[in-house]
């Protein structure tokens, strides 16, 4: 118990865990990929595997950390989110509460998992009992809007993700609602950034296909380095929540790393918001309890 494992969903963009696997296969103790037995979407769709994606696996697997877990993830009566959550929540079983839970998307890429854990351990008191001291850990994400053709569109702040847990009782994809401690660690999220084609296709089958606002596919494509300073309000769901954009002219994502760095100050705030937040809701529930 108290190991590192991770997990990784495989779908449609398959192809990128080659580039999200690696960052964290030294750190990881063992590392999980679920995929659908019958190879759909959450929204119901087929996909394919292409042979030499497995075989990538088995020649890069050379500790033997990775293990498939193939399971039914798409129940027809549950929304994409629905079952996106469902999947999550099997994975983690999967894991085995008592070690850090930790799930990761294909177009997600540590920049530092070593870094990371590091900081995760930290903790490692919450897996003693994790049914009583829920807990979940945000790291923040590099949003990449967009490739051009000589360089990067990406969202000029860093955006809260979460990525671990001790206790799987996910509520909305990875968030569980539980307290949430926010961790100095960067993540490259490639998120939208696609081809059209591509694009078009995850915006069918993720999870948030239901709510996409109508005017985000028209603003992508019409977005380039040429004219992106004079738009703002990028997100595909709440617009706002992606005010601006900046331009790298290079293909070297990581060239943006030291344009994105975030505040001691910022992280103090936002933890202590966060433990101030669930101490005064548990002392609410314990005292309700108590007049029952």
């Not at 979940?136 to 809007?145: G, K, R």
């Not at 059209?196 to 109508?214: A, C, I, P, S, T």
């Not at 760095?261 to 101490?279: A, V």
Request: net charge positive; aromatic share 18%; glycine share 4%.
């Amino acid at each position: 118990m108290k190991k590192i494992h991770v997990g990784f969903l495989l779908s449609y963009d398959y192809e990128k865990l080659k580039q999200s696997i690696p960052p964290v296969y030294d750190s990881a103790d063992k590392i999980f990929i679920a995929e659908d037995i019958n190879k759909k979407t959450w929204s119901g769709n087929e996909f394919e595997v292409d042979n030499s994606f497995y075989q990538w696996i088995k020649e890069f697997d050379i500790d033997n950390k990775i293990e498939f877990y193939r399971d039914n993830f798409y129940i027809p009566e549950l929304t994409a989110i629905e079952n996106d959550t469902r999947e999550r929540h099997l994975l983690s079983l999967k894991m085995g509460i008592g070690n850090w839970l930790i799930q990761i998307d294909a177009d997600e890429y540590f920049l530092d998992f070593r870094s990371f854990i590091s900081n995760l351990r930290k903790y490692d008191h919450y897996l003693d009992d994790p049914e009583k001291n829920k807990v979940q850990f945000a790291c923040f994400w590099l949003v990449i809007y967009k490739y051009t053709e000589k360089g990067i569109l990406y969202v000029n702040k860093p955006m809260k993700a979460v990525f671990a847990t001790n206790y799987p009782n996910y509520k909305c994809a990875r968030r569980t609602g539980e307290r949430v401690i926010y961790l100095d660690n960067l993540v490259l999220h490639e998120s939208i950034a696609r081809t059209e084609e591509q694009l078009r296709y995850k915006l069918k089958n993720w999870g948030h296909n239901n709510d996409v606002n109508k005017g985000f596919l028209k603003k992508w494509i019409m977005i380039d380095e040429t004219n992106y300073d004079q738009f703002e309000d990028f997100y595909y769901i709440n617009p706002k929540r992606w005010k601006k954009l900046n331009y790298l002219p290079t293909k070297k994502i990581m060239d943006a790393e030291l344009k994105l760095k975030i505040s001691r100050t910022y992280l103090m705030k936002k933890n202590f918001g966060q433990w101030f937040k669930h101490f005064i809701n548990n002392r609410f529930i314990l005292k309700f309890d108590y007049k029952l």
